[in-house]
């Protein structure tokens, strides 16, 4: 059973810089890809950067420029650098997996203060 679990969440001040982990418990070379969602409350849940099993990446208009999406295969680890945050990037950031299945992990809350 695929297990992920983030980490990196927490309180930053706007402009500021946070860096989102996710730990896989199998390999994510199995994977045709992976990538970070959002959920701000009140809102519907936004894909926000995802890369591809050829390492293409993708990412929303709303962070494109300011987030990077990255992966350690031999880790079992994939990234989110995220830098000059805004408020309106609160929510709970959740990190996913497609392949034969599809594997969430249970979210950390990033919170931007202004």
């Known amino acids: 059973q695929v297990q992920l679990v983030e980490s990196g969440g927490g309180l930053v001040q706007a402009g500021g810089s946070l860096r989102l982990s996710c730990a896989a418990s199998?390999?994510?070379?199995?994977?045709?890809?992976m990538g970070w969602s959002r959920q701000a409350p009140g809102k519907q849940r936004e894909n926000v950067a995802r890369?591809?099993?050829?390492?293409?990446?993708n990412y929303a208009g709303s962070v494109k420029g300011r987030f990077t999406i990255s992966r350690d295969i031999a880790k079992k680890m994939v990234y989110l650098e995220m830098n000059s945050l805004k408020p309106e990037d609160t929510a709970v950031y959740y990190c996913?997996?497609?392949?034969?299945?599809?594997?969430w992990g249970q979210g950390t809350q990033v919170t931007v203060s202004s």
């Open positions: 199998g390999s994510i070379f199995m994977f045709n890809s």
């Open positions: 996913y997996a497609n392949g034969i299945g599809n594997y």
């Open positions: 890369i591809s099993n050829s390492d293409i990446k």
